[in-house]
């Protein structure tokens, strides 16, 4: 189903010259006398989800005929009620979209905290609760399929899975995975109170805090548990931006507290530079580091 501001176009067919016309917002006319203008958002951008493509007059027969487009558009027009909501079929396919994407994010993050609080006792908490969170999407998302009837539900659920695997970055040899980095990161600091990525956010959002850099946001605080928490999300959004980079430096020579010697390190940056940098066989966590 497609966006209502190009219902009036689509399944229409335009010479070039006035294709042309209604890409660039002027008032052009198909092949059998019809008018269209576009608000703006023209043929194939801001997934609108319609496509021009090649029609030889005479010899292609259209995808539709004008009755199927007709009944295309009440269809939409006439759209569902979920929720107590009234809505198109193409708002409703926008909020199963939606709804997708948020549980992709929240499957991530659901397969991270069951990881790590084997490792971290504490995030069990967080791991029931987006546990929970993630039942409540899956409820919502069937409940909206049904109103829909999609041909498969299963399909569009698996469509929204993520691949556990699929957290692996191979660089120069060495592969890396997300969870086992993040668990490196929670070892804890002698003392035994402050995780390693605790105190590093804990003192990176102090010493930016005081200048125009705020990479590191949030709440400057003493509790150890809080510090590790944000300096997780911070970490999960880094992983999560594809335009992350991973760079080696394998020359690197680094003395690490406890007396730890190491060569080579990989820092792992956000497309602004912030981000965090471990050894490079990923076993010892040394620190975040600022934008460029």
């Known amino acids: 189903m497609f ?9 229409q067919v335009f010479t070039e010259e006035e294709f042309d016309k209604l890409q660039n917002n002027e ?14 958002r023209i043929i194939g951008q801001y997934n609108c989800r319609h496509m021009a493509a090649p029609f030889l007059i005479g010899i292609n027969e259209r995808s539709f005929t004008p009755e199927q487009l007709d009944e295309i558009n009440a269809r939409n027009e006439k759209g569902i009620v979920f929720d107590g909501k009234q809505m198109s079929i ?30 971290d006792p504490r995030l069990e908490r967080d791991y029931q609760q987006c546990r929970k969170k993630m039942l409540g ?3 919502g998302y069937a409940k909206l399929g049904n109103a829909l009837k999609p041909v498969s539900i299963r399909e569009k659920w698996d469509r929204a899975s993520v691949p556990r695997g699929s ?3 191979s660089i120069a040899g060495q592969s890396y995975n997300k969870t086992d980095l993040m668990k490196s990161a929670l070892q804890l600091r002698e003392g035994g109170e402050h995780t390693q990525l605790g105190r590093a956010f804990q003192k990176h959002n102090k010493a930016i805090n005081t200048s125009r850099d705020n990479t590191f946001v949030g709440r400057n605080t003493a509790n150890p548990e809080a510090n590790t928490k944000m300096g997780l999300e911070y970490l999960q959004k880094m992983f999560n931006n594809r335009a992350t980079t991973y760079e080696p430096d394998p020359k690197k020579v680094m003395q690490l507290t406890g007396g730890i010697e190491i060569t080579g390190v990989i820092r792992v940056r956000l497309p602004s530079g912030e981000g965090a940098m471990w050894s490079i066989d990923g076993k010892h966590f040394i620190g975040l580091l600022s934008k460029y």
């Open 90 to 119: 193409y708002e409703a396919t926008q909020c199963q979209r939606a709804l997708e994407s948020e549980m992709r994010r929240t499957r991530e993050e659901l397969n991270m905290l069951k990881e790590l609080r084997g490792a």
């Open 137 to 139: 999407l899956q409820m």
């Open 3 to 11: 966006r209502e501001d190009h219902a009036d176009v689509q399944g």
């Open 167 to 169: 957290f692996s970055n």
């Open 27 to 40: 008032l052009a006319t198909d092949i059998d006398g019809g008018t269209h203008l576009l608000d703006k």
